[in-house]
């Protein structure tokens, strides 16, 4: 099963307009939180869905603008960095969508593997 814990960069189209946002996902076992920021008016929303095999789904509810939930569904990578997929409110409206994890993100995880990596300093009792 992939694990989609960390920073995603997005977009979303609705209407074949383009809306970049960021998602930090939590992932526990197969079961999926966190929290979206729109770069638009429509601004902070919170997801819960699940993560099976390649497959994610989850619902979107924004905190202060629309009482409305919007379904995402995706298929992600084998190499677990990127996602593709369709979101839809209800059978009104619906689009694609995509995701990459965010570099800041594989660049701090990075640094603390090679940190681990380091040897502890040898005393030679000199």
Do not use: C
Not at 21 to 37: D, H, K, M, R, W
Not at 71 to 97: A, H, L, M
């Amino acid at each position: 099963m992939a694990d989609l814990s960390g920073t995603w960069l997005g977009t979303y189209w609705q209407q074949g307009e383009p809306t970049r946002f960021e998602a930090t996902f939590v992932q526990s076992g197969n079961t999926l939180s966190g929290s979206i920021l729109d770069d638009s008016d429509l601004g902070e929303a919170r997801l819960s869905g699940t993560v099976t095999g390649r497959n994610v789904s989850f619902t979107k509810r924004y905190l202060m603008t629309s009482p409305q939930s919007i379904n995402y569904v995706g298929t992600i990578s084998e190499e677990e960095n990127y996602i593709q997929g369709t979101w839809n409110i209800d059978t009104r409206f619906s689009g694609p969508w995509e995701a990459h994890r965010s570099g800041e993100n594989l660049v701090a995880e990075l640094e603390t593997r090679k940190s681990e990596q380091v040897p502890a300093t040898v005393s030679l009792g000199l």
